[in-house]
């Protein structure tokens, strides 16, 4: 498996996690007695969201510019 395949695959599920860890927060924010764990248990997926997120922008910006520099690089 590529590694960028093995990146994609993983921010989905990062992003299955995160909706549930919203919902959870959500109904836990609805109960009389709250919890502070449970308020950031959406940040860790968030975090790693945000990590894979960065790398999937950066990937064609990263590709196009090592394509020129390999072109230039020949000349």
Sequence with gaps: MNWNTCIRQIHRWLSIAFTVAVIINVVAM?????????????LFP???????????FALPHAAKWRSVRGISGLE
């Design 46 to 56: 968030l975090i790693l969201l945000l990590l894979t997120g960065l790398y999937l």
């Design 30 to 42: 609805a109960q009389e007695k709250q919890a502070i764990w449970v308020g950031l248990l959406a």
